[in-house]
Nanobody, 133 residues
Framework: QVQLVESGGGLVQAGGSLRLSCAAS????????MGWFRQAPGKEREFVAV????????YYADRVKGRFTISRDNAKNTVDLQMNSLKPEDAAVYYC??????????????????????????WGQGTQVTVSS
């Protein structure tokens, strides 16, 4: 059974940094896309970033580009999200996701389907990020 467990959430002041981590278990994920979504209260789930299996094709939502960095370690089955220059609007529950059968070319060209929650097959339980102004 696939399990995704997020960690690293917490409270940070605006302008600060946090690093989220997601540990995957239950199978080998090295050929799958891994990434992050977030959901703030009263809002829809929102795409944040994904990365391909080899780690050389990250893709970011425009609103986090330049501030967030996604990385993965296939030997450990982990995906991390380094979040810098945090803003109050970044506050949300952050979810780790894994997607099967997503071609790397989709990340290279920023395919619209990457932003759709239904594209991803596995979801973690989420970790809360709070940003104080």
């Amino acid at each position: 059974q696939v399990q995704l467990v997020e960690s690293g959430g917490g409270l940070v002041q605006a302008g600060g940094s946090l690093r989220l981590s997601c540990a995957a278990s239950g199978r080998t994920f090295s050929s799958y896309v891994m990434g992050w979504f977030r959901q703030a209260p009263g809002k829809e789930r929102e795409f944040v970033a994904v990365i391909n299996w080899s780690g050389d094709n990250p893709y970011y939502a425009d609103r986090v580009k330049g501030r967030f960095t996604i990385s993965r370690d296939n030997a450990k089955n982990t995906v991390d999200l380094q979040m810098n220059s945090l803003k109050p609007e970044d506050a949300a529950v952050y979810y780790c996701v894994v997607g099967r059968n997503i071609p790397t070319d989709f990340l290279r060209r920023g395919a619209a389907m990457l932003s759709l929650p239904r594209t991803y097959d596995y979801w973690g339980q989420g970790t809360q990020v709070t940003v104080s102004s």
